[in-house]
């Protein structure tokens, strides 16, 4: 039987403010999952409190980009790689999304920019060799 994993939570800097002691205050959240899986790892932060990073989704043995924002998690990955594993990294301070899909060919990784709802392409990283 597969070993439930717990889930991996993010911090989210909701406050910028220091407190009595001239310490910043942060907030621990869980994010949770996408459609019931069983893990998530965060990976970046903006500004605004978005977060982006993996999902492990329910039935797949692979994770999905997320961009969390607003208290909701929302699939990114996009209908091109709906079946790949795929990773969000990084997000800008615009909510622009940078990340990558595996291709499955020598290692090899799709590079994507997730802006406005839509995806783009950016070329394909090659594996180290």
Known sequence: MRKFILLVSALLLLS??????GQVQYTLKNLGTLRAGW???AYGI????QVVGVSA???YNFGHAFLYSGGVMQDISGDIYSRTQSQASGINNSGQVVGYNDVGVNGSRDAFLYS?????YLGTLLAAR
């Open 46 to 49: 903006n500004n605004s409190g």
């Open 57 to 59: 989704t329910n039935g």
């Open 116 to 120: 406005g709802g839509s995806m783009q």
């Open 39 to 41: 893990e998530s790892y």
């Open 16 to 21: 910028a403010d220091k407190n009595a002691w």
